[in-house]
């Protein structure tokens, strides 16, 4: 069961139970009627959501259960858009996240381009220090046989 749905559940108990009480206090026909909440779910009070009201003739006894149903859902709209909220900004937490993470892989692919080329200057480095090398051995054994064979003039 999901948090929504326990929340929910939670509410329409309480509305069941509220309902069950008028019920059952309309059934001994008493002269008024007197709504008194239960300690661990206290009745709304206030005005009307402004997107219902009253139609003529109902009875004390329906315009309370009418006011009791539409307040339990009235809190649950709000509880439910309370969480559309804090998973709006849950959402812009993450995308801010999500940005932070491109910017973050553009500075490695930069860096990683940058580690290459360095690579490929010290790979030709290497290439021409070990080209130089071989031409300066080749010159000195060019000259050690020029020297061993007596052909320098002094």
Same mark, same amino acid.
């Given at each position: 069961?999901?948090?929504?749905?326990?929340? =929910?559940?939670?509410?329409?108990?309480?509305?069941?139970?509220? /309902?069950?009480?008028?019920?059952?206090?309309?059934?001994?026909? =008493?002269?008024?009627?007197?709504?008194?909440?239960?300690?661990?779910?206290?009745?709304?009070?206030?005005?009307?959501?402004?997107?219902?009201?009253? #139609?003529?003739?109902?009875?004390?006894? +329906?315009?309370?259960?009418?006011?009791?149903?539409?307040? !339990?859902?009235?809190?649950?709209?709000?509880?439910?858009?309370?969480?559309?909220?804090?998973?709006? !900004?849950?959402?812009?937490?993450?995308?801010?996240?999500?940005? +932070?993470?491109?910017?973050?892989?553009?500075?490695? #692919?930069?860096?990683?381009?940058?580690?290459?080329?360095?690579?490929?200057?010290?790979?030709?480095?290497?290439?021409?220090?070990?080209?130089?090398?071989?031409?300066?051995?080749?010159?000195? !054994?060019?000259? $050690? #046989?020029? /020297?061993? $064979?007596?052909?320098?003039?002094?």
């Amino acid at each position: 069961m999901s948090f929504t749905d326990e929340l =929910l559940a939670s509410k329409f108990d309480g509305i069941e139970r509220d /309902i069950g009480d008028i019920i059952q206090t309309s059934n001994r026909a =008493l002269p008024s009627i007197s709504i008194v909440p239960k300690d661990d779910h206290p009745l709304p009070k206030g005005p009307l959501p402004d997107y219902v009201e009253h #139609k003529e003739g109902v009875n004390q006894v +329906g315009r309370l259960s009418a006011e009791a149903v539409v307040r !339990e859902y009235d809190a649950a709209v709000k509880e439910i858009e309370a969480l559309g909220a804090e998973l709006t !900004e849950a959402a812009k937490k993450c995308e801010a996240t999500v940005a +932070g993470v491109h910017t973050t892989v553009s500075e490695i #692919k930069a860096l990683a381009a940058s580690y290459r080329e360095e690579g490929k200057r010290y790979f030709l480095q290497i290439e021409e220090c070990s080209l130089t090398t071989s031409e300066v051995r080749a010159v000195c !054994e060019a000259l $050690k #046989k020029k /020297i061993s $064979k007596g052909a320098i003039d002094a």
